[in-house]
């Protein structure tokens, strides 16, 4: 049982890499761990066990945010917020488990073998975990790398490939840890400066490119949860936003307001006349609202779309989400699950259906855009139109009932999106983190927290299609390939 506990505490230990945190050296040393209760483990049984106490730390404090989101849900009570979290990560921990078997069967009797193995294990499980029932891919451990000069293969092989990165230098660092009294403080020093310092050694854009590229404004009215979902608040919340974006000036402005901005219909009544003051001849406006949808069995749908407006507030696009939170915007089982009193979190009589997947847009006169809605950001490989690529993506949120984890963790992962793909990122939310991300994941511009604001700057070049936007994450299984052909080598060499 003790080394059950201390597999336990070792996932805890690595959740603090994740944001807020970002202690990457402490993840890199619960691997180091893990490493060492697998190759201890005396059974297949053991480590399965160890594997799946280690996830099952891990997924408990890094997904503490969803505890948070049940206390805006009147529905249900909020005690039930950590009853959801234990149970999601009693099915997650699934993953690291059969991880930590598989590097148990085919790794012992080489520490160098068995974290390779892992490493390639680690790979497909957690592609698995991003796949398997709609996929839950929220904090693949490569993301804690994000401001780390190890993210720099991110966009050769992939966000899933990363993670195995974080594993093999669990298992380098190791021989560091083990060494005696003062010695092994050098190397711990260095290993933490490689894992915090800047990648400074990218140029930044340049600027005369930058100042021919468009004006955009992202609006960040810090309307809280409790508010939003509130059709009191409805209408100040909606000229709160009208007032922030400013009247129109003469030169062309690219607009960004957050997921479900526009709590009104944009095809009638008065919101569109308000808009229409507000988007110039030369402007667009891109913001997230609510399309009703047929109803479904008898009950009323809708989608969460992202509404391209010109114009006159003229609808010159729309992108419907396609990747939705399960018991968040539907219910999965809805009649049994209703049944028995529960409720999807985001208020509404039925639920919200999936759009067909990633599309671009046109926006005249400012380039190609693709949509991504929120959660829809942390799918590696799932965000862009392959065949119709874009010049960056637009990530409209609503991160206000993630807490205090949630949000900075939710920014990361889109970051990684932009490095991958060599795209930059918008992102407009409520409450923040509003931004802008570059095309190698670097900040160009943010809003923190629970703070009002504009952002007004120059969109971003994109860069060339990486070699991951090319292929996508058919190199995370290749680099997981070349993981166990160096373990059967070591292994060959060690008889």
Excluded at 21 to 28: K, N, R
Excluded at 200 to 221: C, H, M, Y
Excluded at 395 to 402: G, L, Q, T
Aim: proline share 9%; hydrophobic share 50%; charged share 15%.
């Amino acid at each position: 049982m003790k080394f059950l506990g201390l597999s336990f505490l070792a996932g805890l230990v690595s959740a603090l890499g994740f944001a807020p945190l970002g202690l990457v050296l402490a993840t890199l040393a619960a691997f180091a761990l893990l490493i060492v209760l697998i190759e201890t483990a005396p059974t297949l049984r053991s480590a399965l066990a160890r594997g799946w106490w280690f996830g099952m730390g891990q997924f408990v404090l890094g997904l503490n945010w969803i505890a948070t989101a049940f206390t805006y849900q009147a529905a249900m009570p909020a005690w039930l917020g950590w009853v959801a979290v234990v149970l999601l990560s009693f099915y997650l921990a699934l993953y690291p488990a059969a991880a930590a078997g598989l590097a148990w069967r085919w790794g012992r009797g080489s520490r160098i073998t068995l974290t390779l193995v892992l490493a390639a294990a680690w790979i497909v499980t957690e592609w698995l975990r991003g796949t398997m029932f709609t996929g839950f891919a929220w904090n693949p451990v490569g993301v804690v790398l994000i401001d780390s000069p190890l993210v720099l293969p991110a966009p050769l092989i992939g966000t899933y490939a990363m993670s195995g990165i974080v594993v093999l230098v669990g298992g380098l660092i190791l021989p560091i840890l083990a060494m005696r009294r003062w010695r092994f403080i050098p190397g711990v020093l260095l290993l933490a400066a490689l894992s915090q310092i800047p990648t400074f050694w990218w140029r930044p854009d340049d600027p005369a490119a930058l100042a021919s590229r468009p004006a955009i404004r992202i609006v960040q009215p810090n309307i809280p949860q409790e508010e939003r979902w509130d059709p009191v608040k409805d209408e100040d919340n909606f000229f709160k936003i009208l007032r922030m974006t400013g009247a129109p000036d003469g030169t062309p402005r690219l607009i960004f307001w957050p997921e479900a901005a526009v709590p009104y219909s944009l095809h009638d009544g008065d919101a569109p006349r308000h808009l229409a003051r507000l988007i110039g001849p030369r402007d667009l406006l891109l913001t997230g609202g609510i399309e009703t949808a047929p109803p479904v069995d008898g009950m009323p749908a809708e989608y969460n779309s992202l509404y391209l407006l010109g114009p006159g507030a003229r609808i010159l696009g729309r992108y419907d989400k396609a990747h939705l939170v399960p018991y968040g915007e539907y219910l999965p089982m809805r009649p049994l699950l209703s049944a028995i009193g529960l409720s999807r979190l985001a208020p509404g009589a039925g639920d919200i259906l999936a759009g067909p997947g990633p599309r671009t847009l046109d926006l005249p006169g400012f380039g190609r855009m693709g949509g991504q809605i929120c959660y829809e950001i942390v799918f590696s490989g799932e965000v862009v139109d392959r065949a119709s690529r874009p010049d960056f993506l637009f990530n409209p949120s609503n991160d206000a009932w993630f807490g205090a984890w949630g949000p900075p963790q939710h920014f990361a992962q889109a970051r990684l999106r932009a490095l991958e793909e060599g795209i930059p990122i918008v992102r407009a939310t409520p409450t923040g983190i509003s931004a802008i991300v570059d095309a190698r994941g670097r900040i160009v511009a943010s809003l923190p927290q629970h703070e009002a604001g504009v952002i007004d700057a120059r969109l971003p070049l994109p860069q060339p299609p990486t070699l991951f936007a090319r292929f996508g994450n058919i190199l995370c299984f290749a680099f997981a390939l070349l993981l166990i052909a160096a373990a059967i080598a070591v292994r060959r060499k060690t008889r």
